[in-house]
């Protein structure tokens, strides 16, 4: 089983930039697809950033602007958001699933404690 504890969130203005980290521990994440997901009030989980061992995923909403990457030496999954809107703002989650790249939630059993983005206008 693996635990995800995320890093990076924080108050950014809009336009800017911010990387967010998922670091994993108890068992490899190369083992894993890997996925970012987010979550602002009164909305549902949305993934926002898919990894697998063949590509990646993004939704319309974010294409262009962010991009996940896998550090498999460090154990660690990345998430770079760059020219960032006030609509990004959400709790960002990293998941993990052995099934290839969902946007179901319920396909990821095991997940980070999240870490709050807010952009401002």
């Known amino acids: 089983q693996v635990q995800l504890v995320e890093s990076g969130g924080g108050l950014v203005q809009a336009g800017g930039s911010l990387r967010l980290s998922c670091a994993a521990s108890?068992?490899?994440?190369?083992?894993?697809?890997m996925g970012w997901f987010r979550q602002a009030p009164g909305k549902e989980r949305e993934l926002v950033a898919g990894?697998?061992?063949?590509?990646?995923y993004y939704p319309d909403s974010v294409k262009g602007r962010f991009t996940i990457s896998r550090d498999n030496a460090k154990n660690t999954v990345f998430l770079q958001m760059n020219s960032l809107k006030p609509e990004d703002t959400a709790v960002y989650y990293c998941a993990a699933t052995l099934r290839a790249i969902t946007t179901y939630a319920n396909a990821y059993p095991y997940w980070g404690q999240g870490t709050q983005v807010t952009v401002s206008s």
């Open positions: 108890g068992r490899a994440l190369s083992s894993y697809v």
């Open positions: 990894i697998s061992w063949s590509g990646t």
